[in-house]
């Protein structure tokens, strides 16, 4: 099956502690995009790449680090410098380059800190 | 800060009744309009696009209302469902960029 997996599921971290999130896709897309949802808030980019080691911030990028070193994986990293981590997190990819309207998610990590 | 304004937050619709979620745009330069469906704990998922050189467009229950001199754009779920009940994401996108709506919570009574 093609698609987007993202793991785990459900994280649990304590406040100080960075996390990995991990994203990989077997789509064949250039493009991938994190993504942070919040309850009201929409969908808001911390960051995307558009080819393999290379990178761009988002809108909401602080706090958060990511690397590009093969095209099928994107990781997210959230550092202890993210002042309110918690939220449910989005990766997603698209098939012609950066912000093609037709982007494939997957089905999201859900970070709690304490 | 261009936004993709969108409402209502939340909508109620009896079975069989139609759904209507509105959005509207600043920037001229966009040039898909699509909307997302996403269901408890999933990821959104593309449901239908428009372009602004057409004033509608329709693929079964759905369709998408454009008005481009209103810079506002709609979707209608004719017939609603209960398992319509989702999340509905308008957004914009242009090159270089996608900005998505806050998001409506439609949920479909039985």
């Known amino acids: 099956d093609g698609g987007i997996t993202q793991s785990p599921k459900y994280l649990f971290r304590k406040e100080g502690q960075n996390v990995t999130l991990s994203c990989e896709q077997n789509?064949?897309?250039?493009?991938m995009y994190w993504y942070r949802q919040d309850p009201g808030q929409g969908l808001r980019l911390i960051y995307y790449s558009q080819i393999v080691n290379d990178f761009q911030k988002g809108d909401i990028a602080e706090g958060y680090s990511v690397s590009r070193e093969k095209k099928e994986s994107f990781p997210l990293t959230v550092t202890s410098a993210q002042k309110n981590p918690t939220a449910f997190y989005l990766c997603?990819?698209?098939?012609?380059?950066?912000?093609?309207?037709?982007?494939?998610f997957g089905p999201g990590t859900r970070l709690t800190v304490t | 800060q261009q936004q993709v304004k969108q409402s209502p937050q939340s909508l109620i619709v009896q079975k069989g009744g139609i759904s209507i979620i509105n959005c509207a745009y600043e920037?001229?330069?966009?040039?898909?309009f699509p909307w997302y469906q996403q269901f408890p704990g999933k990821g959104p998922a593309l449901l239908i696009a428009?372009?602004?050189?057409?004033s509608e467009k329709k693929e079964g229950r759905f369709t998408i209302s454009f008005n481009k001199s209103a810079k506002q754009f709609s979707l209608h779920i004719m017939d609603s469902q209960p398992g319509d009940s989702a999340t509905y994401f308008c957004?914009?996108?242009?090159?270089?960029?996608?900005?998505f709506g806050k998001g409506t919570r439609l949920h479909i009574l039985p």
């Open positions: 789509l064949n897309h250039d493009a």
């Open positions: 920037n001229t330069a966009f040039d898909y």
């Open positions: 428009i372009r602004p050189d057409v």
């Open positions: 957004a914009a996108s242009q090159n270089d960029k996608i900005i």
């Open positions: 997603a990819s698209s098939p012609q380059g950066a912000f093609n309207y037709e982007q494939y």
